[in-house]
């Protein structure tokens, strides 16, 4: 998924921590759209991180260019900022310092959790794909050299 469709449903998140926020609602039930926010910021960041290392098929079946790819992923770094930047204010001055803090350490366990689960299992997927990939191209071309002495070979 690229950058702007899952900003995209970050900012709709983010709308709904503010209108849960501005209608007074338990810290509960806006930890809950936090943790979603949270989630789909590290998802980008990710995606951040897979763009400057793409695979084998995404390099050759990419429709993106470089160039926008560089675009998209500056304007959905610019957006978390700006969201987080407003979350923080948020949260301090509808709860206090304390729980944006135990948030902030929220945050950390759940980027590390996701980290240790889905994104390295993302990247051994990619990892196996591109090697399936090249033992591929592998065993076609050496089909084709064989092929090629075979008719060599074969000829008067």
């Not at 098929?57 to 407003?86: C, H, P, R, Y």
């Amino acid at each position: 998924m690229d950058p702007l469709s899952m900003i995209a449903m970050a900012s709709t998140t983010f709308k709904g921590i503010q209108t849960l926020v501005n209608k007074g609602a338990e810290i509960e039930a806006v930890a809950q759209k936090l943790g979603a926010w949270y989630g789909y910021a590290a998802d980008i960041k990710n995606a951040e991180q897979e763009a400057e290392k793409p695979g084998i098929f995404k390099k050759l079946f990419d429709g993106n260019t470089v160039e926008q790819q560089a675009l998209n992923s500056v304007i959905a770094k610019k957006k978390l900022e700006e969201q987080e930047k407003q979350i923080r204010e948020l949260i301090v001055w509808s709860y206090g310092v304390e729980t944006y803090q135990e948030m902030i350490m929220l945050r950390r366990k759940i980027k590390a959790q996701r980290e240790q689960a889905i994104y390295k299992q993302r990247r051994r997927r990619r990892m196996l794909l591109d090697s399936l990939a090249i033992a591929a191209g592998v065993a076609f071309s050496a089909g084709v050299i064989y092929g090629t002495i075979i008719f060599i070979q074969g000829a008067p």
